[in-house]
């Protein structure tokens, strides 16, 4: 599986973002696709993850009730979106195809990245 994030950028606090992680390859279906961030310095740390059909969802805390995770298996993409923007959650987000789980040893494939900054 080729995973492709996008739709990160600069915004202002507040303000909200979608990012969206394509899939190509083996069925997409058959695997959870998790949301990780990393900020510089940082360990990667999970964001949030939905399960293979998307009816199963777990979030952090520290997004939970911000951030919604959605999916669409007909167009082989997952979807973050992050509402009510903070600094503080300026990171690189890297979607992840393999088991629903929250530590990255439980995903196989993982996607380049796309930059998330928000600006005080």
């Known amino acids: 599986v080729q995973l492709v994030e996008s739709g990160g950028g600069l915004v202002q606090t507040g303000n909200s973002l979608r990012l969206s992680c394509a899939a190509s390859?083996?069925?997409?279906?058959?695997?959870?696709v998790g949301w990780f961030r990393q900020a510089p310095g940082k360990e990667r740390e999970f964001v949030g993850v939905?399960?293979?059909?998307?009816?199963?969802?777990s979030y952090a805390g520290a997004v939970k009730g911000r951030f919604t995770i959605s999916r669409d298996n007909t167009k082989n993409t997952v979807y973050l979106q992050m509402n009510s923007l903070k600094p503080e959650v300026t990171a690189v987000y890297y979607c992840?195809?393999?088991?629903?789980?929250?530590?990255?040893?439980?995903?196989?494939?993982w996607g380049q990245g796309t930059q998330v900054t928000v600006s005080s």
């Open positions: 390859g083996r069925t997409f279906s058959d695997y959870a």
């Open positions: 992840a195809a393999g088991s629903y789980g929250l530590r990255p040893n439980s995903y196989i494939y």
């Open positions: 939905s399960g293979r059909s998307g009816d199963s969802t």
